[in-house]
């Protein structure tokens, strides 16, 4: 942790990818989400590789009280000046903790959380079991885990919609692929993920879509952004759409 790799992507995610209409519908659909499986505030939530707390804002302000974890400095001043522009009473909700993922339990000090995120990281590691099993070391009795991870089913379809047939005809079998912002990123399946969380007595007990249409199409014009993020919710529900999506929403509950 002595260089920080994120530091030249901090400004390219929270002034670029998530101010973007994909950006803000993935926020969107994942709080809709959440919503239906939380408990209520103020229930404990740990986001692990938060980045800058924009899954983790909208539940402190719900009431939620909440701790972040990130690896990177750049992105925790990213969330610290985030912060900044909320009421007292929010920022007192929000705790922001330097660590890997990997480290969260030990840097948490041991404490378990009522629901435990983890969105759009495992895609950066080689294998997903070391976080996994953290994560999971993080979820009190009864509590949930949220995985956001890229669909390793759907791999092919940028590629082959951009007309690279080479490329689309072997991601049908990849794993890997490099993402948006020019960083290598690793697919995971909701069926491996799933056998995971069963090995950590924390079984799956549902998983939905996140970016279905918006992943595949050039959108820059956010006056229909409710619709957009109306139409995306609505599909990440149902199949065969979710199925389809470019990365899922898993969740599983402790025992």
Not at 51 to 74: C, F, I, K
Not at 75 to 102: F, I, N, T, Y
Not at 195 to 217: I, K, M, Q, Y
Request: glycine share 8%; with cysteine; hydrophobic share 45%.
């Amino acid at each position: 942790m002595s260089e920080d790799a994120w530091a030249p992507l901090a400004d390219a995610f929270v002034e670029g990818a998530y101010a973007t209409v994909k950006g803000r519908v993935r926020t969107y659909v994942l709080h809709r989400q959440l919503l239906r499986y939380l408990p209520e505030p103020p229930a404990t939530v740990l986001d692990v590789g938060g980045g800058a707390a924009h899954q983790s804002l909208p539940l402190a302000r719900l009431g939620y009280e909440v701790t972040l974890v990130d690896p990177s400095p750049a992105m925790l001043a990213k969330a610290e000046q985030r912060l900044g522009a909320e009421p007292e009473a929010v920022r007192r909700r929000v705790r922001l903790l330097r660590s890997d993922g990997e480290n969260a339990p030990e840097a948490v000090g041991g404490e378990v959380f009522d629901a435990v995120l983890c969105h759009g990281v495992l895609m950066y590691l080689p294998r997903p079991e070391p976080l996994v099993d953290a994560l999971c070391r993080c979820v009190a009795p009864g509590g949930l885990l949220s995985i956001m991870a890229l669909n390793a089913h759907t791999l092919a379809v940028r590629p082959a919609l951009e007309q690279r047939w080479g490329d689309a005809l072997a991601a049908f079998d990849a794993t890997t692929e490099t993402g948006v912002l020019g960083t290598p990123t690793r697919a995971d399946t909701v069926e491996n993920l799933s056998d995971l969380l069963r090995a950590n007595d924390l079984p799956p007990t549902t998983w939905h879509g996140v970016w279905l249409f918006t992943d595949w199409l050039d959108l820059d014009d956010t006056a229909e952004l409710d619709a957009i993020a109306a139409v995306e919710f609505e599909s990440s529900l149902r199949d065969p759409y979710r199925a389809m999506s470019r990365v899922f929403h898993l969740i599983g509950h402790r025992r």
